[in-house]
């Protein structure tokens, strides 16, 4: 009886669930039917002048677009103010985005990409790709656009003449750039010792080697042009291992008078401090820009932060929602190939950038590329647009820039 | 009254089965039973059901083996190589047999003489093994199938829908004849139910210990062949969830963890089909992606505690 | 052998490994030419070490002795840090209090959350592993949700981050010590605990509720796990909840210590054996930095450690058994010497 009982239980469980997760399922189709639901929303917009297909309220297009965004770490702080932005950006266009979970494996990013498909995505934006162009022909040849992945040469190679392969942003070899970057702040900040933390390059994760590359790469320059520069230490891997406190704590007792991190270097501070080195050691790091670095800039402990702008991977939405509406022809390259979009990013070195960038990217912000310059890259509102266009406005990220536009 | 529950209750797998599937059915409006999907369901349940299936023999017989994904990864990883290096499916296929045969082996030899709990060694063997790999890969992140110095022959979506059918067929209809009509499935359940009563009885367990690991060895060599044909790449990560996704499978499937009487191999594919499901339909929901996990906790505690109802003992389980 | 020399065999011998490995890794680093080890401001890392692993091991020992694989730790770990650590961070206290409030408060949530999984496990009636899996989606689930996703950011706050100056550290670990040595070996709880341990069926059989006893180790466990959260926080200032059952790598630092503790527990008791295998994996791990092995190879000396270890300790009594066989063969043969002459 007992486990009759249970079973039953369990039974109202699985059902409650089941009828928790409808509404959920529904909602999805909800603003196709109501816009009125987004009525806070376009205050911003200027009167659009071709009915209410071309709306700036949410309803364009007219059918919404689903699109798959394969990521892999859900608690990255990049990745959560790039979701913020497609909050925002949700309340001016009509389209859904469908986040994977945490994906460590090609295996999973397939798998993804499949369920992508059956849930009727009809775009892939690949914030994370490990099965290069093997995804992009997976993504094609289920019917869905592919958007992502500037950085890799083969993919643009095998899948650039695909028509569902949308191209990408492009900033030379992004994290490449962002390493030397860090290294070039750390000079300019007249550091000669540096300790170099690699994060995952030794865990054959390909973003942290083209960092390291980039630092590498940037310090030989420096020493060729007659600056004296070396690294006294390199401290792999995350927090929480025995080995990573010995590497850190033997780090620090260097003599060193700079850090550069290719990953968030949030967690030196800490240490930095106990080990009473606030004042000898001046840190630059890839990071994502937040509210809590102004004063670590201001205070001159954080001399240069290298920043990948969530926004630029927003760039996805637009291009896919521009193939979808029939301008896959108008968004490529004259030689038919598809398009690497120009883009820029942020190398912070003020605590005056830093507390303008942070402002911008966070929920509520104004955002580096607001509801009206993304418009300006969808062909049914601007007919007039080149792909020359989209690079402007994708690599005008200055501060400066970025006022002039709003 | 008792016989009819007994009866019952061996189809409750089967119905945690079906409560996942009528579930998401109907949260996900039906899409989830889409061409596209099932074919998609097939492909990613292919690996875990080939690795459970062969796990079924090695559980049942009371060896707890947690290292299933190291030995994927490796497998995949090794056979990549080779695969690249010549240029060809069969020396590809050959090296992951050989690859997951050498470790399999070493881990039978490992539960038939060594005392030990195998438990741990293999959750410690399994990080080994990918660390393992790290180390041979050294500065490559990922290899491709496409690098290879000749072209390794491509297969879409379709195609890979049918070579997975064959294989998991295959395995399956090997494993059911050895497991149902052989003496082997028999001497597996009286092993895992009793190391006693086996050895009273005069049983050898170690054959049997390392037959059971060689069959597990054959279906992680052919999930990794079946995995390098599809992803026609492999990574350091590769296999990282099949550890606990087997054990996941098998619970589903209905068979207790510590082996014994109710093994059974169909538990390895129902469990497989299951967490499939189970995983696809929820990042289908589109939901928040806190909401996703408690919702795949949630479930999947569910059906657990619905699958296992097939042997519950009155002692608290370990 | 007297009472006293007893005891004393007993203490030389539980001290004997940390003592050993110590020297040892001492020697090969300096005839490596990688002086530095064991000493200084290594000597504060090891120190370090020992405690936050020790804590960890000490956390998953009071389950896993019983069979009770937990996936969770983790997940209470991170979970117990953001929830008491951001409530903390608000409570304004005068200086020194304020760090022991964050202790009390996070190794309090650790508690409850440990009471969670122990509920969850005896209701269920599943293998803990799998009742655990679930419970840790749920509590990375809630870090995740909670407080914007931020984790807990603690460094500017030095007042807090009082606990990894190695008096401070030691003090902490001293007293919880106290208290576990007293639970385990004086207390019908402790009792229980090795009789379940030993057999389960029999313990049941005579009396002892498995229930109460599992609920109670899994809430120390949690609070254990609060410990070395305090831990985690004081060294690095900051945490990020994590998903997708990635929490479970923090279990990885358990197992050589909790092994060494078992091995050790018949000298002495099994809490001061874990924090001396602590003690030896944290000179190891020291040891490899010096000698330039990476994070990879770490995790592989790591873990060849861990299974030889495992080899050695599962089949000791296998030596045993040789020598009483050996000396029985010899007393019989000299007996039939005996009876011929």
């Given amino acids: 009886m007992k486990k009759f009982l249970a079973l039953l239980l369990a039974l109202v469980m699985v059902i409650g669930l089941a009828a928790c997760g409808e509404p959920a399922g529904n909602e999805s189709q909800a603003p196709a039917s109501a816009p009125a639901g987004n009525s806070e929303a376009p205050e911003s917009g200027e009167p659009v002048a071709e009915g209410p297909e071309l709306s700036a309220d949410g309803r364009y297009p007219a059918e919404t677009v689903k699109i798959g965004f394969v990521n892999y770490d859900t608690t990255a702080q990049q990745f959560l103010s790039l979701q913020d932005y497609f909050d925002y950006l949700d309340d001016y266009f009509n389209f859904e985005i469908m986040y994977s979970e945490s994906l460590d494996s090609a295996e999973a990013e397939f798998a993804f990409i499949e369920q992508c498909a059956a849930a009727g995505c009809q775009g892939i934006i690949g914030y994370y790709n490990e099965g290069r162009e093997e995804s992009v022909k997976l993504a094609s040849s289920l019917g869905m656009y592919y958007w992502g992945q500037g950085q890799d040469p083969n993919v643009q190679e095998a899948c650039g003449d695909d028509p569902y392969y949308l191209g990408s942003y492009y900033v030379g070899n992004a994290d490449y750039e962002y390493g030397k970057s860090v290294i070039d702040s750390l000079v300019a900040a007249d550091c000669h010792k540096i300790i170099v933390v690699t994060g995952g390059k030794d865990f054959g994760v390909q973003m942290f080697i083209d960092r390291y590359q980039g630092m590498m790469d940037a310090i030989q320059e420096a020493q060729d042009g007659g600056y004296d520069i070396e690294v006294v230490y390199e401290v792999p891997g995350w927090p929480g291992t025995e080995d990573f406190t010995a590497e850190q704590t033997s780090a620090l007792a260097t003599d060193a008078d700079g850090l550069a991190s290719a990953l968030s270097a949030l967690m030196w501070i800490q240490p930095i401090s106990a080990a009473g080195k606030m004042n000898s050691i001046k840190i630059a790091a890839v990071d994502t820009p937040t509210a809590d670095m102004v004063d670590l800039m201001a205070s001159g402990l954080f001399v240069g932060v290298a920043a990948e702008i969530p926004d630029v991977f927003g760039l996805g939405v637009p291009m896919i929602i521009n193939a979808v509406q029939g301008y896959g022809e108008e968004q490529r390259n004259e030689d038919g190939t598809a398009p690497l979009i120009d883009c820029g990013f942020w190398l912070i070195t003020t605590a005056e950038e830093m507390e303008y960038y942070s402002e911008i990217e966070q929920e509520g912000g104004t955002w580096c590329f607001d509801a009206d310059d993304v418009r300006s890259i969808l062909y049914d509102y601007n007919p007039e647009l080149t792909l020359d266009d989209m690079s402007a406005l994708y690599s005008a990220v200055t501060m400066e820039e970025i006022q002039a536009r709003r | ?318 | 052998m007297s009472k006293s020399t007893r005891i004393l065999k007993n203490i030389v011998i539980t001290l004997a490994p940390a003592v050993i490995v110590y020297l040892f890794f001492l020697l090969i680093t300096n005839l490596f030419g990688e002086p530095g080890f064991g000493v200084g401001d290594n000597l504060r890392v090891i120190g370090y070490n020992m405690v936050y692993s020790g804590f960890i091991a000490l956390a998953v020992s009071y389950n896993l002795t019983s069979g009770r694989f937990d996936f969770s730790v983790g997940s209470v770990l991170i979970l117990s840090l953001i929830v008491g650590g951001n409530i903390a961070k608000e409570i304004d206290v005068p200086e020194p209090f304020g760090a022991v409030l964050m202790v009390v408060l996070v190794v309090l949530v650790g508690m409850l959350c440990g009471l969670i999984s122990g509920l969850f496990y005896i209701l269920l009636r599943l293998p803990p592993m799998v009742t655990s899996l679930g419970v840790a989606m749920i509590f990375e689930a809630i870090g995740f949700a909670l407080f914007d996703s931020e984790g807990l950011r603690l460094y500017t706050r030095q007042d807090l981050l009082i606990w990894t100056k190695p008096q401070n550290s030691f003090i902490l670990l001293a007293l919880v010590l106290i208290v576990l040595i007293y639970l385990l070996n004086f207390t019908k709880f402790g009792y229980n605990c090795r009789s379940l341990q030993t057999g389960q069926k029999n313990a049941v059989e005579v009396g002892v509720n498995e229930k109460t006893n599992s609920v109670v180790c899994y809430i120390i466990a949690g609070g254990l796990m609060g410990f070395a959260g305090i831990m985690y926080i004081s060294q690095n200032g900051i945490i990020a909840p994590q998903t997708g059952l990635s929490s479970s790598s923090f279990m990885m630092n358990a197992f050589l210590p909790m092994f060494i503790g078992n091995a050790l527990a018949k000298y002495s008791d099994r809490n001061i054996g874990v924090i001396v295998g602590a003690f030896c994996q944290a000179c190891l791990s020291s040891a490899l930095v010096y000698l330039g092995a990476g994070p990879s190879m770490q995790t592989v000396m790591n873990g060849v450690a861990v299974m030889l270890f495992l080899i050695y300790v599962s089949n000791n009594y296998k030596f045993a058994l040789h020598r009483a066989w050996r000396e029985k063969k010899e007393k019989a043969l000299g007996m039939t010497s005996a009876a011929k002459q």
């Fill in chain 2, 1 to 318: 009254m008792k016989k009819s529950w007994e009866t019952i209750r061996n189809y409750f797998p089967i119905f945690g089965f079906v409560i996942v599937v009528v579930f998401f059915s109907i949260a996900t409006k039906g899409a989830i039973l889409s061409g596209t999907s099932l074919q998609s369901l097939l492909n990613q349940a292919i690996a875990t059901a080939l690795v459970s299936i062969g796990s079924v023999f090695v559980f049942g017989c009371g060896c707890f083996d947690m290292s299933m994904g190291g030995t994927l990864c490796m497998t995949a990883v090794l056979g990549g190589y080779a695969g690249i290096a010549s240029g060809s499916i069969f020396v590809m296929a050959l090296a992951c047999l050989a690859t997951a045969l050498v470790l399999s082996l070493l881990k039978g030899l490992f539960a038939a003489y060594v005392e030990v709990p195998l438990f741990i060694v293999t959750i410690v063997l399994g990080f080994v093994l990918s660390a393992l790999v790290l180390v041979i890969m050294g500065t490559e992140t990922t290899i491709l199938l496409n690098d290879a110095v000749k072209p390794i022959p491509s297969f879409n979506f379709t195609q890979m829908s049918a070579i997975n059918i064959v294989a998991l067929a295959g395995f399956f209809i090997v494993c059911v004849i050895l497991f149902n009509f052989t003496a082997l499935g028999r001497k597996v359940k009286i092993l895992g139910g009793n190391p006693v009563t086996a050895r009273q009885t005069g049983l050898n367990s170690v054959n049997i210990k390392l037959i059971s690991f060689i069959i597990s060895g054959v279906g992680v060599a052919l999930a990794a062949l079946v995995a390098l044909l599809r992803i026609r790449s492999v990574g350091s990560t590769y296999g990282a969830d099949m550890g606990t996704d087997v054990m996941i499978a098998l619970v589903l499937g209905g068979m207790p963890l510590t082996g014994g009487p109710r093994t059974r191999i169909s538990a390895g594919i129902i469990g497989a089909l299951t967490i499939t499901v189970l995983n696809s339909g929820l990042s289908m929901l589109g939901l928040d992606l806190a909401i996703i996990q408690i919702f795949r906790a949630v479930i999947y505690l569910a059906v657990v505690y619905v699958a296992s109802m097939t042997y519950r003992t009155n002692l608290l389980p370990r």
